[in-house]
């Protein structure tokens, strides 16, 4: 069977708004054919929107808190982020609470960020026309220049350990909300996580109340974490990959 | 990362009842430690369980024509099944229609059926204490018979080409509906599907009408069998897997 048949490919007519539920389901994509929005929202995702509208100069996703740390020798000016457990990991500045992004913190600063899912997802979709960050904090700014671009999109969610995670799904059932009136064509997962948006959306902490992650976040003792980062809109930067930095795009 | 961190496990107290939204999240679970339902609504699972319920001794499911029509050679009480592009192929009994599998037809007989979602989730299945097979027609035979087992539940949906379908995945949802009230421990895949039947469930031939698969089968002129594989608990047999083959579980 060819690759044309066996991928998703965005429709012939119109543009596609695609969900990509796991990162282990991005090999089906044909990612080179969309602008790839990576969603994390608990927390990596949130927390680099957040840095980046408080003017990091730049944020470096990596996955290993070796290759983090290695950042310490390349120059003073890097922040280094790294928790394992939910406690910041000796000798790093801070961990990936958003609350650590501060303007006080990251202005002018370019911080290597450790996030296993996030770094992941971004790895997988290198051959994107255009790789940007979505959180629910700037999610009507990144809907607005998703709308401007004309081009297909593909949410692509970093979900837990390449399986499905509820958190990020709602999400991309939110830009599709925003997408949608434009006459877009969904696919299945596309559907669906819209239609989880419209059950969750009056009140998506305690929608999320209910999943494993929520749990997970609940021990860890970030639920005020969790609540920052489902704030929607309080910002408007949106975060673009070029090589191997997120930066603000211009 | 050892694989029991890697992948997931069902709960160390209780019960567990896991969807697996695609074959291709296989690999992230410990496969043997769950009885397995396969699930394609549109239309292996669903011909299998009309089919058990006929009456046929046997249902070899097969990936490909060829190895299908290979039976042919081994005598003359296997009937055939494959389709291509919704017509029968040539020189084959009968094709994935549901009404194909009538007792006039299946009873007695083994049938060999042709279908690439199914059989793919089947195979990355084998490992499983147990491999039954589910659809809206066993639905609560099905789920009575899985509260008696008191084993953890993976809830497999055979998907599309690998990737997430919306009729799979709310029939997960309404297999959750019934699980749930036992107490078991859900993950956030098998929120969501409960949920999207939350949602689907008063009118599920309404609500899957907007999926890229109804817009298929509408193409492919075969709207009678979707709407027959929709019919809930008019069958009563559960399939399950012994070797190669599909029998009614005793």
Known sequence: MSKETQN???????????????????PLY????????????FRATSSICYGIENGAEA??????VEECAAYR??????????????KVVDGFDFGNSPFSYTAEKVAGKTVVLTTTNGTHALHL???AKQIVIGSFLNLTALCNWLKN????????CAGWKNNFNLEDTLFAGAVIEQLKIEGVVLDDAAIAANDLFQLG????NQYLK?????????????????????????TTAIPVLQGERLVRLV
């Open 8 to 26: 998703t490919t965005p429709p012939s007519e119109g543009r596609g708004a695609h969900v990509c539920l796991t990162p282990a389901l991005l």
């Open 30 to 41: 044909n990612v080179e054919e969309y602008i790839v929005v990576i969603i994390d929202i």
């Open 59 to 64: 944020i470096i996703p990596v996955s290993q």
């Open 73 to 86: 020798e390349k120059g003073l000016d890097y922040l280094l982020a790294a928790e394992r457990d939910g």
């Open 125 to 127: 979709s290198r051959s």
């Open 149 to 156: 671009q004309h081009e297909n999109v593909l949410l692509v």
């Open 201 to 204: 959306k009056d009140d998506i």
């Open 210 to 234: 209910k999943t494993s992650h929520g749990e997970r976040m609940k021990k860890l003792g970030i639920e005020e974490d969790i609540t920052f980062c489902l704030q929607v809109d309080i």
